[in-house]
């Protein structure tokens, strides 16, 4: 008669979500001074929150990533990141050090997820030039762009970024590329999504409150 052998049944655990909202410290304060922050940015540096949240690495690994954001969005954006690492949606790099960090520390891809940033709204390609004339929502600390290279930004058929050229056909998914359930997170909270735009600029990598 043939015995089965019992054997312990392995069940990996996986670290739980964790998201903590507090006030900028002083060292980020001085260094968002000057380059990406000013007198005469709609927000003061009192009115933004450093968001920390569990996300999911491209190497398949969990990683803390921390966001500039309006104190206003802090709370429903941790329940965004929430749905998100449910979805186990990976994001490249999104440490303050990649976005706000000297040039030469970044990251060489370039896939850096952002945040607030005190700039003009960008031109469409169709249009050219550097700016708008408006503020961005990224100036209101009420933006957050994934996944640049993945999620790129197009007028016209065009990217000026060379490596999301062939992201520009949204047909067919891949790896760190915003699905509907992403943009359903997003929507939970209110926010809008650049892919959703009308006319021939889309901003896939953006979401903001107010969709634009």
Same mark, same amino acid.
């Given at each position: ?137 990224? $100036?209101?600390?009420? &933006? ?12 016209? +058929? @065009? #990217?000026? *970024? ?18 509907? $359930?992403?943009?359903? &997170? ?12 009308? +006319? @021939? #600029?889309? *901003? ?9």
């Amino acid at each position: 008669m043939l015995r089965l052998l019992a054997l312990p049944l392995v069940v990996l655990a996986i670290a739980p979500y964790d998201s903590t909202i507090r006030p900028l410290p002083a060292p980020l304060e001085a260094n968002l001074e000057g380059r990406f922050w000013r007198p005469g940015c709609p927000v003061p540096l009192s009115q933004l929150r450093l968001l920390t949240v569990s996300h999911w690495g491209f190497d398949g690994r969990v990683h803390e990533g921390q966001l500039v954001v309006n104190r206003d969005v802090a709370a429903p954006l941790a329940k965004v990141f929430r749905r998100l690492y449910a979805l186990r949606f990976p994001i490249r790099h999104m440490r303050l050090d990649d976005m706000y960090g000297p040039k030469r520390a970044r990251p060489a891809d370039g896939d850096i997820s952002g945040s607030f940033h005190c700039r003009q709204a960008v031109p469409s390609p169709c249009i050219g030039g550097t700016g708008s004339g408006s503020w961005s929502n990224h $100036a209101y600390g009420n &933006a957050v762009d994934l996944n640049p290279v993945e999620n790129p930004y197009v007028g016209c +058929g @065009r #990217t000026r *970024d060379r490596a999301g050229a062939r992201y520009l056909d949204r047909s067919r998914l891949r790896k760190g590329m915003v699905t509907p $359930a992403v943009v359903r &997170a997003f929507r939970s909270i209110g926010w809008g999504w650049g892919g959703e735009w009308t +006319g @021939r #600029t889309k *901003d896939y990598m953006h979401f903001s409150t107010t969709g634009h």
